[in-house]
């Protein structure tokens, strides 16, 4: 699937003299398909380098995908030309009002500071907050995961004795989690950082998963449900050459920095080193793209959902019969409907009308309405339903007094519909509440 971006940044000729297909910000041809958008915050120096190397990986993936990038109001950079950032970026003020299925937060070279005097800590932190509220699924990179993890659980970084440099072999400590599904055991990862985090600062009441980590270098990636995010403290994304370019670096600079270990073959620096985890970074990115399609269908058909609720009652047909209405959304399959009906069935009831109609992209709502149920039974269905029926994401109901409400299915533990929104529509006044 294509990539969309601005026709003249550097990664947009880059990339198609490569053969990933790119698309033109701006010409309306992607609008005609789903899009993921995905706001971009690069805090790295060499922006045009970074901007390349995850619009390569974004491209490659099966999704289309709309990179928007930006920085804070009060960033400024000592190694990017103004007109670069002019020309491609946005500032927050401009795109804080937006809503984007996804954000990327690259690191940054402020490691060794404390947080609260890195120039931009205060936009950055309003960024994160907003975040939770505007963005469907965050992964933050080295310093940003770091940021992130502090900012919401006042998780602190440590230091190191000396830059954490090399490519290191990880093992996968949460196998059936979605970013990790078809990453091979002992999956090398680069590392370039001075400071770490350690799992014991972790808080064990927060929601936090570790789901891969290093004897060598440490924790690499969290998982944080509750923040809808992921902190990957190590650079998947960089290119074969990237380590090498940096070793060259800090050498010319005069800092203190060591041969980056398991890179160079036979640890000669006049030998090119290997590109052996780009398949692990294609396919950590496009694992991560699919959690961000799959929380952007139940975030917009939650908007159209609670829509559905607010739209009235069941309302009764015949005098003095208990009704409800059911809404359900299920993974386009031909299967669908008749499991449905098999599951009613199996529990003493049977619909007085069904109708089937386009769903957000790969699905289909499926509605019902049932006699004699009311909004205790009404749940108890729905949930029956989730547990059921294959490819059921969310169940929505009401009964004829307005009692309804809403139940998400996790699509990796079916049988374990996660509490939804409840909601009873006030038939005497405008008041809605939501329990």
């Given at each position: ?16 003299e ?7 910000l701006?010409?309306?041809t ?12 690069n ?24 990179l ?27 795109i ?19 947080f609260?005097?890195v ?14 509220r ?16 502090y ?25 059936d989690?979605p ?7 002992g999956?090398r ?21 570790v ?9 690499c ?5 509750p ?7 190590n ?7 990237t ?6 670096r ?25 590109h ?21 269908q ?13 739209g ?8 003095g ?36 109609t ?9 509605a ?18 989730l ?26 533990r079916?049988?374990?519909?996660e509490?939804g ?11 809605r509440?939501?329990?």
């Amino acid at each position: 699937m294509p990539i969309i971006l601005t026709r003249n940044l550097p990664a947009y000729r880059i990339l198609r003299e490569e053969g990933v297909e790119v698309l033109q910000l701006g010409d309306g041809t992607h609008q005609q398909r789903p899009t993921l958008r995905i706001a971009f915050l690069n805090l790295m120096p060499e922006k045009a380098r970074t901007e390349t190397q995850i619009a390569r990986l974004l491209g490659e993936s099966a999704h289309r995908v709309e990179l928007t990038f930006f920085v804070p109001d009060s960033y400024r950079s000592k190694t990017t030309p103004a007109r670069h950032l002019a020309a491609f970026y946005e500032r927050w003020s401009s795109i804080r009002e937006r809503h984007f299925d996804g954000l990327i937060v690259t690191g940054a070279p402020v490691e060794t500071l404390p947080f609260e005097d890195v120039t931009y800590w205060s936009e950055l932190t309003a960024i994160l907050d907003w975040a939770r509220r505007r963005v469907g699924q965050s992964y933050y990179i080295c310093w940003a995961a770091q940021a992130a993890l502090y900012h919401y659980h006042g998780v602190p970084k440590r230091p190191l004795a000396e830059k954490m440099f090399g490519v290191f072999a990880h093992r996968i400590t949460k196998p059936d989690a979605p970013l990790m599904k078809n990453l091979d055991e002992g999956f090398r990862v680069p590392v370039s950082r001075h400071t770490e985090v350690v799992a014991a600062d972790l808080p064990p009441d927060r929601g936090l998963e570790v789901l891969a980590e290093s004897d060598e270098s440490g924790l690499c990636l969290i998982h944080d449900a509750p923040k809808q995010a992921h902190y990957m403290f190590n650079h998947l994304e960089y290119d074969a050459c990237t380590l090498a370019q940096e070793y060259q670096r800090d050498l010319r600079g005069g800092r203190p920095v060591s041969l980056p270990r398991h890179y160079f073959p036979g640890d000669d620096p006049a030998r090119s080193p290997a590109h052996g985890w780009r398949g692990c970074a294609r396919t950590l990115f496009r694992n991560w793209l699919n959690e961000v399609e799959r929380h952007s269908q139940t975030r917009n058909g939650g908007a159209e959902a609670i829509d559905w609720l607010l739209g009235g009652g069941a309302g009764p047909v015949l005098a003095g019969v208990r009704l409800a209405d059911f809404l359900i959304s299920v993974e386009d399959s031909l299967e669908a409907v008749p499991t449905i009906l098999n599951v009613l069935a199996g529990i003493g009831h049977s619909p007085m009308a069904l109708k089937v109609t386009k769903g957000n992209g790969p699905f289909r709502d499926i509605a019902l309405r049932i006699a004699e149920v009311d909004g205790a039974v009404a749940a108890r269905v729905a949930r029956k339903i989730l547990h059921e029926v294959d490819g059921a994401r969310r169940a929505s109901y009401r009964d004829t007094t307005g009692t309804g409400g809403i139940m998400v299915s996790d699509a990796r533990r079916r049988s374990k519909p996660e509490a939804g929104i409840g909601l009873h529509l006030e038939r005497q006044s405008s008041r809605r509440s939501v329990a």
